[in-house]
């Protein structure tokens, strides 16, 4: 990169770094472009030079977060032996990332009920995004696969639909373990979690 690039790229980054920590702190929806731009002390006409709206700005963080995300959970399935033993350690590493990283874990929940508009996301960080969920997803997919028994468990069974399913199971059974949102009826969060994701697992297995 020329430093015009450079100088380009920090900026983006500066912008991005800012907008997170506001989002983190307040909320995605209470934070303002003013306010973005008032913590990273550029105009909002310079930020529209970089990013299309508050949303792109959203989905730059959200990418971050995901890259990192998905290296925590690769790193905890190294050196399991079995496919269970892999999607398991996905599953509790999963659990454990969003424990640690609480506002980070509830920043991604506004996604699963966010209408995505990508007129208002670059195209960029749209692809870049879709790549690493394809990734992560086709690790999982290949675990399952070992898994599975040889026959297809039923004739509507498709792998990818699992998959996303058990993604997306996996996140609304952090939330309910973390959050307390039966906490009527679930006294022990993280118990609740570890057996729902072994029925999952013995339900492929079978």
Not at 72 to 94: I, S, V
Not at 171 to 178: A, G, Q
Request: proline share 2%; with cysteine; charged share 30%.
């Amino acid at each position: 990169m020329n430093r015009k690039e450079i100088e380009t790229e920090a900026r983006k980054l500066f912008i991005i770094e800012s907008a997170e920590e506001l989002f983190l702190k307040q909320g995605y929806y209470l934070t303002t472009m003013n306010e973005i731009a008032e913590k990273s002390e550029f105009s909002k006409p310079t930020i529209y030079k970089y990013f299309l709206s508050k949303e792109d700005i959203a989905k730059h963080v959200h990418l971050k977060f995901l890259v990192g995300r998905i290296n925590f959970f690769l790193e905890a399935m190294l050196n399991k032996k079995t496919p269970y033993e892999r999607l398991f350690a996905f599953g509790m590493a999963y659990y454990e990332y969003a424990e640690k990283h609480i506002e980070e874990f509830k920043f991604q929940l506004i996604w699963d009920s966010f209408p995505i508009d990508s007129q208002n996301i670059s195209e960029k960080v749209y692809n870049e995004i879709a790549e690493h969920n394809e990734r992560i997803g086709n690790v999982i997919k290949n675990e399952m696969k070992k898994l599975l028994p040889d026959e297809k468990p039923y004739e509507e069974f498709d792998l990818h639909h699992t998959m996303v399913s058990f993604y997306a199971s996996l996140r609304m059974m952090i939330s309910h373990s973390l959050f307390g949102c039966s906490r009527e009826n679930v006294k022990e969060g993280k118990m609740f979690y570890i057996n729902f994701l072994k029925l999952f697992l013995r339900g492929l297995s079978k």
